[in-house]
């Protein structure tokens, strides 16, 4: 099992960019693939992006986001970072962070999440 935290959401403008991380910890926490996902009011969870286990810098992206956000990983820490950058107001949401041994976009094969941190982009 993995706890993961994340944080570094907040309200941004139009153009914006924010930072967001998730924290892992637990014996193997390094040996998950990390993705962050979103949800919207009124809408269906999301995947966002996705990156491979420690040591692997694989990654994979939706395509609303692709050429915007980056997803990365510092080892060292166990933390998985989102780089989000010219936000846009489609982009307001609860950002989650979730851990699988398994790889893949679709949120059923993630067995831990994180509480969630908000991203609000106002126009």
């Known amino acids: 099992q993995v706890h993961l935290v994340e944080s570094g959401g907040g309200l941004v403008q139009v153009g914006g960019s924010l930072r967001l991380s998730c924290a892992a910890s637990?014996?193997?926490?390094?040996?998950?693939?990390i993705a962050w996902f979103r949800q919207a009011p009124g809408k269906e969870r999301e995947f966002v992006a996705l990156i491979r286990a420690s040591a692997q810098t694989t990654s994979s992206y939706a395509d609303s986001v692709r050429g915007r956000f980056t997803v990365s990983r510092d080892n060292g820490d166990d933390t998985v970072y989102l780089q989000m950058n010219n936000l846009k107001p489609e982009d307001t949401a609860v950002y989650y962070c979730?851990?699988?041994?398994?790889?893949?976009?679709?949120?059923?094969?993630?067995?831990?999440w994180g509480q969630g941190t908000q991203v609000t982009v106002s126009s």
């Open positions: 637990g014996r193997t926490s390094g040996r998950y693939n």
């Open positions: 979730a851990a699988s041994m398994s790889w893949g976009r679709s949120s059923t094969i993630y067995t831990d």
